[in-house]
């Protein structure tokens, strides 16, 4: 089979079947014997992956698929033994040290590149939090070799039982408390490989250094249970996505960027477990309590995550007091960080918010610095789903809508299909909306509530939205104990049985 051993300015690629993109200068020019080019077939973007940052991925992958292998000889109390150790050594002040200093050291590089280091910070509280999350994995029971269900037949049974996946790919964020979350994988049997971005590669190189790789060794557990690929190039993660050994790929974040992963893993055969876009919605129905909508838009504004209210539509009956009400919890959102809120509202709905927010200049902290901007700004309908990254500066899109019908409609048709709340008190009317709304997570109130952790008393591998479709045999929090396979084991008591 003949490789390609170079690309010119101009060559076409086939993608999508029927259509053609063309090879630019600068990639031309970059790509070496060796390389791998991966030509999108949603899109037609072509990614290249220098061999170097093949090598990485694969040799991480490697290690795990091994180390998978081995997993079935190694007890329970051998993997709740890794966590133990792995939580003992991030309790440890002089373990940690090294892990705090090299997390101030990404903190410092990020910021003096403008980038935003709110989920970066390796504060006492992850500390705390990842420790408390690795020690409920100690705790929790293995689902691995359980017998899910029987058939029993004259002379003979059929059993379906739990077993390990595979190997897990993750790539996410600069969350380090993430990177010990991942592991969770181990619980049911599984391996994992995971990347980090650039901002935060320092702090995980530490924590493989100084409490994951120690945690392995005296528990006992192959070293390829749990491999960082050691890369701050996007290509590496398009590689490891692409390796069609991943059981799973999970892709922690939001944006293009995870959007793309996921599009990598799917094109390669992956199972993928993702959200491109994050963002909640909050509708207030035509019989919502005032003061329960201004608390749940307050609390779905504590700080910038996926869960984190993106976007509201209020009913045009009940505008004249609940617009006010909403008004007011978002400046109270501001006020709890010191700072302004930014609003985008619909352009059909911009009478229904006071003059002087379209006026008023304020300052608006992001992640670059503090901007003047003016503090509310009009915003087409196609703009309903963008997913507002911001730093401090609490910032939401407002709209009025005849009626909750119509809000599920733009949202079912805009939003990435993630979480949303109603605030109603008419019960037939949340039953209704349950059943229309296109999300897999629906509520009545705040919406940050759908965390693995909060909700569930488990550590978050990931979330899923429903962008790309509604997921096959699971919800849309991942942990742990859900990613397992089902093994069929038949039990003949009589031999003398034949069809």
Not at 412 to 431: G, K, M
Request: glycine share 10%.
């Amino acid at each position: 089979m003949e490789r390609i051993e170079k690309l010119t300015a101009g060559m076409p690629i086939v993608w999508g079947g029927d259509r053609i993109t063309r090879v630019n200068e600068d990639l031309a020019a970059a790509f070496r014997p060796g390389d791998s080019l991966i030509a999108m077939q949603s899109d037609g973007n072509l990614l290249h992956v220098p061999a170097s940052e093949q090598a990485i991925a694969t040799k991480a992958v490697d290690a795990a698929s091994e180390a998978f292998g081995r997993m079935s000889h190694v007890t329970d109390d051998r993997i709740s033994e890794f966590y133990e150790m792995f939580a003992s050594t991030l309790a440890d002040d002089n373990s940690f040290a090294p892990i705090a200093a090299a997390n101030r050291s990404d903190v410092a590089r990020a910021r003096s590149r403008g980038r935003s280091a709110t989920r970066l910070v390796l504060s006492e509280e992850m500390r705390s939090g990842m420790i408390e999350g690795l020690r409920s994995w100690r705790d929790a029971p293995t689902g691995r070799g359980s017998v899910v269900e029987t058939t029993p037949h004259d002379g003979w049974r059929v059993d379906q039982v739990r077993g390990g996946l595979g190997v897990v790919g993750f790539v996410f964020e600069g969350r380090p408390n993430v990177f010990a979350d991942a592991t969770g994988v181990l619980r049911s049997g599984n391996t994992v490989v995971f990347r980090i971005g650039s901002d935060a590669l320092g702090t995980a190189r530490a924590i493989v250094a100084h409490a994951l790789r120690p945690a392995l060794s005296l528990s006992g557990l192959p070293q390829g249970s749990a491999v960082l690929v050691d890369s701050a190039s996007h290509a590496a993660a398009w590689a490891m996505f692409s390796d069609p050994r991943l059981a799973l790929a999970v892709a922690r974040g939001s944006g293009e960027a995870t959007a793309q992963l996921g599009a990598v893993a799917r094109q390669a055969g992956n199972a993928v477990s993702l959200h491109g876009t994050g963002g909640a919605w909050i509708i207030a129905g035509a019989t919502a309590d005032a003061d329960a909508f201004g608390a749940a838009v307050y609390h779905s504004l504590d700080r910038k995550v996926c869960n984190t209210l993106n976007t509201c539509c209020i009913v045009e009956e009940r505008a004249g007091d609940l617009v006010p009400a909403f008004l007011r919890a978002l400046e109270r959102a501001g006020e709890r960080r010191g700072v302004h809120a930014k609003l985008h509202v619909l352009e059909s709905s911009t009478r229904a918010v006071p003059k002087a927010w379209f006026a008023r200049m304020v300052p608006i902290a992001r992640a670059d610095g503090e901007h003047r901007e003016y503090q509310a700004e009009p915003i087409a309908e196609s703009g309903l789903g963008d997913e507002w990254e911001w730093e401090d500066s609490p910032e939401v899109t407002l709209a009025v809508v005849r009626s909750v019908a119509e809000a599920v409609d733009l949202f079912n048709r805009y939003s990435p299909r993630f979480t949303v709340s109603l605030i109603s008190a008419d019960d037939a009317e949340q039953d209704r909306f349950f059943d229309l709304v296109d999300a897999p997570f629906v509520g009545n109130g705040f919406t940050r509530w759908v965390d693995g952790h909060y909700a569930f008393d488990k550590p978050e591998l990931g979330l899923s939205n429903w962008q790309h479709g509604r997921l096959f045999g699971r919800g849309g929090i991942l942990s742990g104990d859900s990613v397992y396979t089902i093994r069929t084991r038949v039990t003949q008591e009589h031999p003398d049985i034949g069809r």
